[in-house]
């Protein structure tokens, strides 16, 4: 036995936990989804306003990243973006190479009202949920995401490059 964190894998119940976070995905889906129609908008873009509201000006690689999309899925997201003018593409007055996404004065005056909107909506689903619950949940799932990133995902593209 290894300590603290075999007694933690001897009692987690993968298909329990799993199936749980299955259904909290899929019902935090159809919710933000129907938030956003209000406005709209699909929650990737929703994303993308999210970031730009505290990082006006990101280079369109810069916010392809911060959201994990591949360079095709984000500039489609932009494309449809541009055409509800909500952003703008303007090239980097330094580096004609870099495209930078700005948004315009239509996403600015969205900020308050979608956000404040999104946060009743979130108190409601965090319940009677402590600040110390909801701290120590994120700490969780944040911890579980970086082992999926650092030592599942590799092991998986591992495998995959030995069989090609």
């Not at 919710?31 to 280079?59: C, H, N």
């Not at 994990?68 to 509800?84: F, H, S």
């Not at 404040?116 to 409601?124: G, V």
């Amino acid at each position: 036995m290894h300590g603290k964190t075999d007694n933690i894998v001897y009692h987690f119940s993968f298909t329990a936990v799993g199936s749980l976070m299955g259904k909290i995905h899929r019902a935090m889906k159809r919710f933000t989804e129907g938030q956003m129609k209000t406005f709209e908008i699909t929650p990737p873009q929703f994303e993308v306003l999210l970031s730009l509201w505290e990082r006006d000006g990101l280079a369109l690689s810069e916010l392809g990243k911060i959201l994990a999309r591949d360079g095709p899925t984000i500039t489609g997201i932009i494309d449809r973006m541009e055409q509800k003018q909500l952003v703008n593409r303007k090239r980097d007055p330094s580096d004609r190479r870099c495209i930078k996404v700005v948004l315009t004065p239509k996403a600015w005056g969205l900020r308050e009202k979608m956000t404040s909107h999104l946060q009743a909506s979130l108190k409601d689903i965090a319940g009677d949920l402590s600040q110390l619950e909801m701290s120590q949940l994120e700490s969780i799932l944040t911890k579980m995401l970086m082992n999926i990133e650092q030592k599942i995902v590799p092991r998986i593209h591992g495998k995959l490059h030995a069989t090609l």
